[in-house]
């Protein structure tokens, strides 16, 4: 079996994979976890969840660890899978047409223009300024609350979970979206003074969901989980987009967003798995919280299912949070891709502290 692995990880690591050997090992077994739940529909959410800190221990090894569920079938399925996609028909060369001098002059002008409307993305950094990266080491090292904003705080058990290799918990993920709804609020009090830097996006007429909303959601149901009460003092049809984190069986962090401006519903997941759930519940959402505060059908004409074809990918067991995370704060800000990938996560980890110890989103990338 370990004879396998190996060839598999050398079969990826032809076709683009970035990550160590540990990393994919780690990764092939969270695909074989996930593969078994998405099957046995096993680890449902709790209808509590009425104290999560209260239950941080009895929750730790169910939520943030798992097995090997690796075995010799799930292996060779995933060997055949990648020497298919290897020997899969290869994208086809860029166009290049045959143009006289004059043609190629007018090609070069409106290759100009588009750079000047859309200019090209810069990488990511690999690092904070050294100030800033001082700051995040000191906030690992203290102790008790390290941040409030809104009704959300992280204590320091907390702000570990942003250290390498670590699972993202609900309190992390709910503060980094009370950290998108505070800049979302301030920029449409004061436009000018909530703008993001660097060329990127606006921030949204955004709401955001904490990640309750999709246990009671998919547990309760709209009447069942209370819904109509979670908007009582926002009306979710004039906003631009809302914003929802999804945990899935709880062992797996994926993002959603019911898109008003482009009528549609979207998935973003690090594992590219199926989610047609996601898109079947948040449709029958959307239509109960219509005729709850509208007293009419939602009407969907027009509205689509949505999947980016070439959402980013871990290549890890543990970094699907920080991932929810960035789409989010991307999509808040209206963005159609997004500009990081695996190889950002050590970087947006750190990134993701200062913001939290600052209770303030960057505002340059």
Not at 85 to 112: C, I, M, N, S, W
Request: glycine share 6%; charged share 30%; proline share 7%.
């Amino acid at each position: 079996m370990e004879k396998d692995l190996k060839e598999l990880y050398h079969i990826k690591r032809s076709a683009g994979f970035h990550s160590d050997f540990e990393s994919f090992r780690s990764l092939l077994s969270y695909q074989a976890r996930l593969e078994m739940l998405d099957k046995t529909g096993a680890l449902s959410p709790s209808p509590s969840l009425v104290d999560l800190r209260a239950k941080a221990k009895q929750d730790e090894f169910r939520r943030h660890s798992f097995p090997d569920h690796v075995d010799p079938d799930f292996l060779q399925r995933a060997i055949r899978k990648a020497q298919e996609a290897l020997k899969g028909p290869k994208p086809p060369k860029p166009f290049v047409p045959t143009l006289d001098q004059l043609r190629l002059a007018h090609l070069a002008k409106d290759e100009e223009i588009e750079e000047r409307l859309r200019p090209k993305r810069r990488p990511l950094p690999t690092s904070l300024p050294p100030k800033d990266e001082a700051e995040v080491d000191a906030f690992f090292c203290k102790r008790g609350v390290i941040s409030k904003c809104g009704r959300e705080q992280v204590s320091h058990e907390d702000i570990s979970r942003l250290r390498p290799c670590q699972w993202l918990n609900d309190e992390v993920i709910n503060f980094y979206g009370q950290l998108i709804q505070t800049r979302a609020e301030e920029s449409k009090e004061n436009p000018g003074a909530a703008g993001s830097g660097g060329g990127r996006g606006k921030p949204l007429n955004a709401h955001y969901f904490s990640t309750f909303f999709w246990a009671k959601l998919k547990g309760q149901g709209y009447k069942g989980g209370r819904l109509a009460k979670w908007t009582k003092k926002i009306d979710i049809f004039s906003k631009d987009v809302i914003l929802i984190p999804v945990n899935h069986n709880n062992a797996h962090w994926t993002a959603a967003a019911i898109n008003f401006r482009k009528k549609r519903i979207e998935s973003y997941d690090s594992m590219g798995m199926e989610r047609g759930q996601v898109f079947k519940l948040l449709r029958q959402y959307l239509d109960e919280e219509h005729r709850e505060k509208k007293k009419k059908p939602f009407d969907f004409t027009g509205w689509q299912d949505y999947i980016l074809p070439d959402t980013p990918q871990q290549e890890n067991g543990y970094d699907c949070g920080v991932f929810t995370c960035q789409f989010l704060e991307a999509l808040s800000r209206g963005e159609e891709d997004f500009p990081f990938s695996q190889l950002n996560m050590p970087y947006l980890r750190r990134k993701m502290v200062w913001e939290i110890g600052h209770a303030k989103l960057r505002d340059e990338p």
